[in-house]
């Protein structure tokens, strides 16, 4: 007979390491690009936003996927991975929202796959394989 139980958490584990390896792509490359830093900063100034905000990329693109990857404080790390996927789309992709790609596929595909899986975590949490189960 099957384990229902461990084949869910199996899949946690799967859904918490895809969309953290993913992720920590994204805060390393902006780790050794100083420029990335300063371009956000600006894209915050615009809206009236100070540019301090811009080390909060950091938080949501590398400190949140280690929280997810180990499973310590999973929803809290899906979640910061979802506000950090409303600044950017807020502040760089507002106007590609109800667009397709050259290919015919949804315009922000990407940004939607890590708004959902992080919000799929948020609400089901890390499973029993982790560090600090939820």
Known sequence: MLNSALYDDAGK???RLT???LMLFH???KLGNGGSLNWIAGQLADV?????IAYGVYVGEIVAPLMIIAGAYCRI???II???MMFAVGL???AELFMRNQHGGYALELHAFYTFTALTLALTGSG???VKPD
């Open 19 to 21: 969309l953290g390896v």
């Open 128 to 130: 029993r394989f982790a």
């Open 27 to 29: 805060g390393f490359a």
């Open 13 to 15: 584990l799967v859904l």
């Open 48 to 52: 009236g936003l100070p540019g301090f």
């Open 92 to 94: 760089a992709h507002v």
């Open 82 to 84: 979802i506000l950090n």
């Open 77 to 79: 790390g899906a979640a």
